[in-house]
Structure formats: structure tokens, C-alpha cells
């Protein structure tokens, strides 16, 4: 059964459009797709920063575990390292410069704050390769330096370690030796101060993956590179996922809510809108004559009682002797009247 632009209890698309011509309905749908950009743009705003963090991950899944080359062919002389380059194994010769040491302070490990060691591996040639060859806890007898730092391996050394770019400068006041980051200016000022003749550092440093011979008997460090850091995205996909959701959820409560609407018209009768009521208010005639929205007559029952248009006749003593006067002249008329 069809009945006010509804069939079979599902709404009309006339009652639809007659819906999306209502100012509050409008002003919710409105609403819902200013609710939908702005969840749709937080989500490509986490899509980003999602992809950003692949991108920041992506040296280290290409290049930890690949086979070690010559360290001329990744960062030759006079060159920084790449971000492509990053955390890519290269094989170095030559021999530690101890009197050129340098402690990096404030280098948390396992909720401690402790030291990492720098020492520059110089080549054959002059230049050297700044190695970080693991990390130390702060002393006990004095936490401006570590108890003790073992000293590397003498002698003609060949290392493996992974390549870093330099990090940001932090000024600061520390003791002669020690540095506040892994800083290409700080670094080379520090090496500059410790030594008569310092190297020539290549443009970054290096982790530590091994080294041969070992360090002997001499108290080891931590390893730097002992372990692998884990690779993480980060929670932006499902972030992105959940703002896509919401943009979505706010387009289906307003159309939920408009069905919802449109099916309790239907069984009540479609409510009249603004159009509908000024279309009612105008006067028009009908074939008969009748103005349309004119009452109609009743079909059926009984009239209903009206109020007389004629003067009530006035009651009183001329009136009653006419009366008498016309019987009297009836009664002379009719001889039926007569004895």
C-alpha cells in the first residue's frame, strides 16, 4: 500500500527531497559533512606521519644487516653521510687515537644515565672515522666521568661499524673531553683540544659492530651496537583508521536520523512543510464555484441548526388587531361560516 510518499514502510524520495528542503534538517546535514572533513583530515594528517615514520625506518631495514663495504665508497672524504646511508655496515683500517677520546654525556641505557665512548679510528691516509664504541655507567666515586674507560685495541685495528649521521649541537658547560651530543662542531673542537695533530673526521660517525683483534683483557663497554633497535611505527595507522570511522559514523547518524523521521510521519501522516502551508492559505476555486479551502457541507446527519435571517415579527396590540380584523373578513367570505 502506497501512502505519503512512503511504500512498504521505506521513504519516499520525495519525502527525501521534501526532508532535505527543511532548514534544521539542513543545518544537521551541514553539520555531519563539517564533521566528516575535519575527521577525514585528521586522518590523512596520521597517514603521514605514518609514512614519515616508514620513511625514518627505512635505512635501518635495508642496511643493518648488509654486507659491510669499504668505508670510501659510503662516506668518502670531504662528504656527510646520507640519509639513504644510514645505518649501512662499512669496514675500516687503521688505528685508534686514544689521546683524542671522547666521553658524550647524559646517554640514558636501561633507565641509567651513563657516558658513550668516542675514539677516532685514523686511516693510512689522515682522515678518520669517529667510532662509538659502546657505553659506560656514570662512577660511583664521581658522576663527572665514568670510574674508568677501557682502552681500545692497539695497534693496526680493522673495525666494522654502522654509519650515523651527526647530531644536533646542545651548548652546554662540561669538563674538558666531553660533550654534550654527537655534534660535527663540538666533537671536532673537543679532538682539536686533546691532541697536537688531529685527524681529519669524515662527515659522521659509526657505531661499533666489532673489531679485530678485540680489546683483550681490558674491561669491555657495552657493545653500541649490541642490539638491534626495533622498528616501530607508531600507533598512526589505527589512528587513521578511527578518524576515516568517525567521519563515516557522523554521515550515517543523520541519514539513520532522517529515516527514522520520514518512517514516524508515515504513520502519523506526512507533517505539513512551509511550502505546504502557504500553498493551503491560498484561495482557489473549484468546478463548483466553491472557494478551495471553504468548509464543505456535511454529507451526511442531520443539518445542523441555523440562526434565522429574517426579522422576528414585533408582537403587541396593533398587530392583534389586525389579526382579528382579517379572521372577521374570512368569516363574512366563507358562507360555511353562516348559521
Known amino acids: 500500500m502506497t501512502g505519503a510518499g512512503v511504500q512498504d514502510g521505506r521513504p519516499g524520495s ?10 534544521r534538517w539542513l543545518r544537521g546535514l551541514a553539520v555531519a559533512v563539517l564533521v566528516a572533513l575535519v ?8 597517514w603521514h606521519r605514518r609514512e614519515e615514520r616508514l620513511a625514518a625506518n627505512a635505512p635501518l631495514v635495508q642496511n643493518y644487516d648488509a654486507t659491510p663495504a669499504p668505508v670510501t665508497s659510503v662516506l668518502p672524504v670531504g662528504t656527510s653521510v646520507r640519509d639513504s ?28 644515565f651513563g657516558y658513550e665512548v668516542l675514539v677516532p679510528l685514523v686511516q693510512a691516509d689522515g682522515s678518520a672515522l669517529l667510532v662509538d664504541r659502546g657505553w659506560l655507567p656514570a662512577g660511583n666515586d664521581s658522576a663527572e666521568r665514568p670510574d674508568t674507560v677501557p ?27 666531553q660533550v654534550t651530543s654527537i655534534a660535527r662542531g663540538s666533537v671536532t673542537a673537543a679532538v682539536d683540544a686533546a ?3 688531529p ?8 657505531l661499533l659492530a666489532s673489531e679485530t683483534p678485540a680489546a683483550g683483557a681490558e674491561p669491555a663497554t657495552v657493545p653500541a651496537a649490541a642490539e638491534r633497535p626495533e622498528v616501530d611505527e607508531g600507533p598512526h595507522l589505527a589512528y587513521t583508521v578511527q578518524w576515516f570511522g568517525f567521519a563515516l559514523t557522523a554521515l550515517v547518524v543523520w541519514v539513520v536520523a532522517g529515516r527514522r523521521e520520514l518512517q514516524a510521519r508515515s504513520e502519523v501522516g ?16 473549484d468546478d463548483a464555484g466553491t472557494p478551495d479551502g471553504a468548509a464543505a457541507p456535511a454529507a451526511e446527519g442531520p443539518p445542523s441548526p441555523r ?33
Open 270 to 285: 506526512a507533517e505539513p512543510t512551509a511550502e505546504d502551508d502557504a500553498a493551503a492559505a491560498e484561495p482557489r476555486s
Open 195 to 197: 691532541v697536537d695533530t
Open 85 to 112: 646511508a644510514v645505518w649501512t655496515p662499512v669496514r675500516v683500517t687503521g688505528t685508534y687515537d686514544t689521546d683524542a677520546t671522547v666521553l658524550v654525556r647524559n646517554r640514558p641505557r636501561d633507565d641509567q
Open 307 to 339: 440562526r434565522s435571517r429574517r426579522p422576528r415579527r414585533r408582537e403587541g396590540p396593533d398587530e392583534a388587531a389586525e389579526d382579528a380584523e382579517l379572521d372577521a373578513a374570512a368569516w363574512d367570505r366563507d358562507p360555511a361560516h353562516h348559521p
Open 151 to 177: 682502552a681500545p685495541p692497539q695497534g693496526e685495528v680493522t673495525v666494522v661499524a654502522r654509519l650515523r649521521q651527526w647530531e644536533d649541537d646542545k651548548r652546554g658547560s662540561v669538563p674538558a673531553g
Open 199 to 206: 685527524p681529519r673526521l669524515l662527515g659522521g660517525y659509526a
Open 39 to 46: 575527521c577525514c583530515a585528521l586522518g590523512r594528517w596520521q
Open 14 to 23: 520525495r519525502n527525501v527531497l521534501r526532508l532535505l528542503r527543511e532548514p
